[in-house]
């Protein structure tokens, strides 16, 4: 019984920013659950070759080139899902952006605009667009990828613009959880410690800022994409039923300190 939980056989997931890091982890786990799997990720050569090394594994996945601050085209994309497979059950909102080391009253319009633009405008298109089928068919599941830094102020890095876009993703997930819970779609989030990264691979040759990172955490390491991407298969699934509106502090222990 308990395992079927983790099951997603014959549903249809979506995974924004899924070509790379977090968001491939997100597709692999998903996937590998018996989920058919849409990659969306602007770079369309990169969603292309993790969609065909998923495939030569024998994952049912497909792409969608999508650039989640384009509301018209997170419709369009939306709108193709269903028409193509009848539904859409899972909604993976991992798209985002950084742009940290920059204080606050040197922050440009454009960087501070850019970043919400992505993290938050972003999430609140897809939410909207897939939750509106979702709501239709009184059945669906979106998880939002937030952050640790929606509870805390890193440091010592200065970004306020980055860690006030992904407090506005957990509140918008807490509003949006409240909305729909009765109506059969759920929403809840992963907020996760520094992970192992692309993005964060600089780190590594900032022995201060990496000292710092490391020295706050308690487990004292960062993560790994398929830490966060298990959390994911969790609340995608049955097996989260119950849940609704929830953060999922996913930290190594960071905000304990």
Known sequence: ????????????????????????????????????????????????????????????????????????????VADDIVKRHGKIDILVNNAGIARSETPAETVTDEHWLNVVDVNLNGTFWCCRAFGRRMLAAKSGSIVN???MSGFIVNKPQEQAFYNASKAAVHHLTKSLAAEWGARGVRVNAVAPTYINTPLNAFVFDKKEMYDAWIGGTPMGRMGEVSEIASVVLFLAGDAASLMTGSIVLVDGGYTCW
């Open 1 to 76: 019984m308990y395992m079927e939980m983790f099951r997603l056989d014959g549903r249809v997931a979506l995974v924004t920013g899924g070509a790379q890091a977090i968001g491939l982890a997100c597709v692999d786990a998903l996937s590998e659950a018996g989920a058919r799997v849409v990659i969306a990720d602007y770079n369309a050569g990169q969603a292309e070759q993790s969609r065909d090394a998923l495939k030569a594994k024998g994952r049912d996945v497909e792409m969608a080139v999508l650039d989640v601050t384009d509301s018209a085209r997170v419709e369009a």
């Open 145 to 147: 990828i937030g952050s």
